[in-house]
């Protein structure tokens, strides 16, 4: 079968999860998530030096010799050579072989090259730098002289937690030779590793904290490390609940009217007869044993624990973003909407000036933060179901990660600063 008669058979069966992997398959899609976060960042060290804040003093990162965003804009290049090549040549090769399948990867090995190639290209010490703070992270250290640069890098990976998961999907599936173009096994990498590094780089961040709790005995390191360990229950029930795709794809592929039509008969609410079921093409069928599925799922007791798990973790990592990553007292108590001295629920101090841009900020992060809810809108039901929605989402965590970079930078530079008036002012007491 060709390429461009796959595409053909996906549209004409109205399967977007085959149409989005074929025209945009997950390598590339990983790619562009890695390569999105490389200019993202680049933005926010531009940022930095513009409103003065020094990089090299808070993270230990020389703007001066980075040339971030030749890096950013030579993946760049790579991806949309690759892409190009990939959607040109395609439909007039044979099949989906083995070439196109590590062509497709070429811009994610681009990726990890850049970042921990040990060659005198493209910032090699700022290379080397960046490859010993995430072994470092990586296998749970942390030094008081890297403190800071070390907690900012678990907590990106957080939000890249799920482009990790997709990861080592991928990686297994590519290694066992299955086809990654067609539909996305979620279950390829064995649900109990994948679970495991979904949870890998929150386990980081909560080992960050007890280590923060051990050096200096403050409580709010432990309150910081109980955020990290509510979005446990979050990933164990978003995998049992992923289980029910692997019990929808079983039974679409069994291809057993009799059998679906079996199940839907201990579905009270059922509406469909073993006739009209026969007239469906797959994708609806999957849809509508997806829907049976769903409503058993969310009938049980994994409704309400799925439900109150994120809502806890979302509200309390709203609530930590505000008060505790931004110094804002916004949500401390409602007399500071009226303290002009704290501009009116910000803080004293706002190293940035302009007041709209924290409470833009502000509101950004709530709606990105409750973003998950836009499943229970019935028109956006398929949304997250769907690669494409998987995307999507992903890339507005990258996004609203990016946007907490900048304040949660501007915030430690101002403390920075109180720490350090606070020390010439207890020098010339003493004097």
């Given amino acids: 079968m060709?390429?461009?008669?796959?595409t053909r058979s996906a549209i004409d069966s109205a399967n977007p999860d085959k149409i989005f992997n074929l025209s945009f398959p997950l390598p590339l899609r990983l790619a562009s998530l890695f390569i999105l976060g490389y200019w993202l960042f680049a933005i926010n060290v531009r940022h930095f030096e513009k409103t003065r804040i020094s990089c090299k003093r808070l993270l230990a990162y020389n703007t001066e010799s980075s040339p971030i965003f030749s890096q950013a804009?030579?993946?760049?290049?790579i991806f949309y050579l690759v892409a190009l090549i990939y959607w040109t040549i395609a439909a007039y090769i044979a099949s989906v072989n083995w070439f196109l399948k590590c062509l497709i990867w070429v811009p994610f090995i681009a990726v990890v090259m850049m970042m921990f190639l040990p060659v005198r290209l493209f910032n090699h010490r700022g290379r080397a730098s960046f490859a010993s703070c995430m072994v470092r992270v990586f296998s749970g250290k942390m030094t008081k002289s890297t403190r800071f640069t070390d907690i900012l890098i678990a907590d990106v990976a957080t939000s890249y937690s799920k482009v990790l998961g997709d990861l080592w999907i991928c990686i297994i599936m590519t290694l066992s030779g299955a086809d990654y173009l067609s539909s996305i096994n979620r279950d390829a990498g064995w649900k109990v590793l994948t679970v495991a590094v979904l949870c890998f780089p929150s386990a980081l961040r909560f080992k960050q904290c007890l280590m923060d709790y051990s050096f200096t005995k403050d409580k709010t390191h432990l309150y910081n490390a109980g955020k990290y360990f509510s979005a446990f229950p979050v990933i164990l029930l978003s995998g049992y609940q992923s289980s029910l795709s692997t019990k929808e794809t079983e039974l679409i592929k069994s291809k057993d009217i009799k059998t679906i039509a079996s199940v839907f008969a201990k579905s009270s609410s059922s509406k469909y007869s073993?006739?009209?079921l026969k007239q469906l093409d797959d994708f609806a069928l999957s849809r509508i044993v997806n829907d049976l599925l769903e409503s058993n799922y969310w009938s049980t007791w994994g409704s309400m624990a799925s439900i109150v798990a994120v809502i806890i973790n979302t509200c309390y990592s709203f609530y930590w973003d505000i008060v505790f990553d931004w110094d804002l007292t916004l949500l401390n108590s409602w007399w500071t909407l009226l303290d002009k001295s704290h501009h009116y629920g910000l803080r004293e101090r706002l190293h940035y000036g302009r007041m709209g841009?924290?409470?833009?900020?502000?509101v950004i992060d709530l709606v990105l933060r409750f973003s998950w809810a836009i499943r229970f809108a019935p028109p956006f039901y398929y949304v997250p179901k769907h690669e494409f929605g998987v995307f999507l989402f992903q890339s507005l965590e990258i996004l609203r990660r990016w946007i907490w970079l900048f304040f949660r930078v501007e915030t430690e530079w101002v403390r920075t600063d109180k720490q350090e008036a606070s020390s010439v002012d207890m020098h010339a007491y003493e004097e």
């Fill in 2 to 6: 060709t390429f461009s008669s796959l």
């Fill in 73 to 77: 804009a030579a993946l760049t290049a």
């Fill in 357 to 362: 841009l924290y409470y833009s900020a502000v």
């Fill in 274 to 276: 073993e006739k009209a």
